[in-house]
């Protein structure tokens, strides 16, 4: 039997409303009452800020299929050393887990080689081309908890709506990246005044906002849970409030690039700063963090995509889209949205356990609370301790973002994993 007793340290639990100072005991990996322990180890933790272990519902592994970028182990020790004890692998890897043979390969890859818990997203489509649904019943029972085909959307509205029908009968969340590729192709940035000055395609609204509208009528009409990913233009908030009033089953996520960038910064971080969606202009960052704060959008997610530097530095015609963000995010939030005022630390920690764990309750529960009974998974945060992000402390495989240099003020202690 291990014992456990966390003293001293501020407990910020969203499920139950909790922001104390109070004890934490964990016995055998399960939260218990303090009261019942005989001889913990006790930890003292003054200043300390403890949560719900954080979950990342976005998050590209690599492995299998591109482990020149990242594998299962880099990538899911950036998460740990980032706060994170859950995250949800998206499924563009090579194969894809578009049938429960690939499901289970990843499934062994990641019993040997993560440092996190990782639940895996199963494809929306045959092999991730849009043309033809998967069977969402294969994959639920080969142990997926939600289905995606991150990095593109069926474009064909009749796979969307068979494969949306097939989840609602599941209670399975639909996970969607909202790009119409008629609309979007050649496009390399946002459509707007920098694309204009810098001589690039770029990528109209209506991109994003043509898919957002198609899921949301499709969720209405099937009863499907839709997620909408990384949304970027603040006319999708609106959409989106509007759905939720009706009573539509949508929730949505957006990523800490586009809360605290614009295209703007593509002028300074060049490549760095390109990613899928776009960073779009100073209004829709703002219509983003007062979404999040609202809870209209209730998902912070990292969309944490590995590229190497040689194939970053290929220009912004050629370069791939997407930046790192899991061992980040929480320094460059706690910094920029709590501590300027713009977010309370119970809802930046919300965003990032009961948002993402009401997702995922039907499949796996008890994710996100300090509930006694429920695992103990934990996050240690310092919210005063200033330093600086740098390449040379990242785990990740990759270092292509454009945090690097940024001093914050707030870091992760480390998480505790049951
Ligand atoms: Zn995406």
Redesign the pocket.
């Known amino acids: 039997m291990s014992e456990i007793l966390i003293h001293g340290a501020r407990v910020v639990d969203p499920s139950q409303n909790l922001d104390a100072i109070q004890p934490i005991a964990i016995r055998d990996g399960r939260l218990v009452d303090p009261d019942s322990l005989e001889h913990p180890i006790t930890l003292n933790l003054p200043g300390k800020t403890i949560t719900p272990g954080l979950i990342d519902l ?1 998050v590209h592994l690599r492995e299998p299929g591109q482990t020149h970028k990242e594998d299962i182990a880099s990538a899911t020790a950036a998460a740990a050393a980032g706060g994170f004890t859950t995250v949800l692998a ?1 499924p563009n890897t090579l194969p894809p887990p578009d049938n429960a043979e690939h499901v289970r390969l990843i499934r062994n890859l990641v019993d040997d080689h993560a440092a996190v818990n990782v639940l895996l997203s199963g494809c929306l489509s045959q092999n991730r081309a849009g043309n033809a649904p998967t069977n969402a019943t294969e994959l639920r029972d080969a142990g997926c908890v939600a289905l995606s085909d ?2 593109s959307t069926p474009q064909d509205e009749s796979v969307m709506r068979d494969i949306m029908t097939q989840a609602a009968k599941l209670n399975l969340p639909v996970i969607d ?1 909202c ?1 119409n590729l008629a609309l979007s192709k050649p496009g390399v940035m946002h459509q707007g005044r920098i694309a204009q000055l810098l001589h690039l395609p770029g990528q109209p609204r209506e991109a994003e906002l043509s898919i957002v509208r198609r899921d949301l009528r499709l969720a209405a009409e099937t009863g499907c849970h839709i997620h909408l ?2 949304l970027s233009c603040r006319e999708s908030v609106e959409l989106l409030a509007q759905a939720q009033a009706h009573g539509v089953h949508a929730t949505a996520e957006v990523t800490p690039h586009h809360l605290l960038l614009t295209d703007a910064d593509c002028l300074r971080y060049g490549t760095l700063a390109k990613m ?2 776009p960073l779009r202009e100073e209004q829709d960052r703002q219509t983003l963090i007062a979404a999040l704060r609202d809870g209209i959008i209730s998902v912070l997610a990292t ?1 944490h995509a590995p590229h190497t530097a040689q194939e970053k530095a290929q220009g912004w015609l050629k370069a791939p889209f997407g930046i790192i963000g899991i061992q980040q995010v929480v320094p460059l939030c706690l910094d920029q949205l709590v501590h300027t005022g713009l977010l309370t630390l119970p809802q930046l920690i919300a965003r990032l356990t009961t948002g993402p764990a009401s997702l995922l309750a039907s499949t796996t529960p008890q994710l996100g609370t300090l509930r006694l009974g429920a695992p103990a998974a934990l996050t240690i945060l310092d919210l005063n301790a200033t330093h600086t992000l740098t390449p040379e402390a990242s785990l990740s495989r990759s270092t292509n973002a454009p945090w690097f240099g940024r001093s914050c003020r707030g870091t992760v202690i480390g998480i505790i994993k049951p």
């Open positions: 976005h998206m991150d990095g990246h790009e990913q990384h899928a969606p969309d």
